[in-house]
């Protein structure tokens, strides 16, 4: 059983910053899958980025704005977003892959104001 606790959700300007925070759960933290997806209104949840052993995938809307990372001593995965637009709004969520299962975390609220 892994648990998934996100932070750092806001109300932000278009062009701001914000770090995403997920801490995990696990004593083989450093072997899963750790991704972020997001949901906007009335759509369906999609990819962001996920990274194992610091090697990192990114969804076109995301690259060149978004990094991805793992702290191992922390067992936290963050989300550094910059450059944020309108449509990057939307519920945030934290995955972990552990080879054999998914876990979801409750999500984060990101909303960008142009």
């Known amino acids: 059983q892994v648990q998934l606790v996100e932070s750092g959700g806001a109300l932000v300007q278009a062009g701001g910053s914000l770090r995403l925070s997920c801490a995990a759960s696990?004593?083989?933290?450093?072997?899963?899958?750790m991704g972020w997806y997001r949901q906007a209104p009335g759509k369906e949840r999609e990819f962001v980025a996920k990274?194992?052993?610091?090697?990192?995938i990114y969804a076109d809307s995301a690259k060149g704005r978004f990094t991805i990372s793992m702290d191992n001593a922390k067992n936290t995965v963050y989300l550094q977003m910059n450059s944020l637009k309108p449509e990057d709004t939307a519920i945030y969520y934290c995955?972990?892959?552990?080879?054999?299962?998914?876990?979801w975390g409750q999500g984060t609220q990101v909303t960008v104001s142009s």
């Open positions: 990274v194992r052993l610091s090697a990192a």
């Open positions: 995955n972990a892959y552990t080879g054999n299962e998914d876990y």
């Open positions: 696990g004593r083989t933290f450093s072997l899963y899958t």
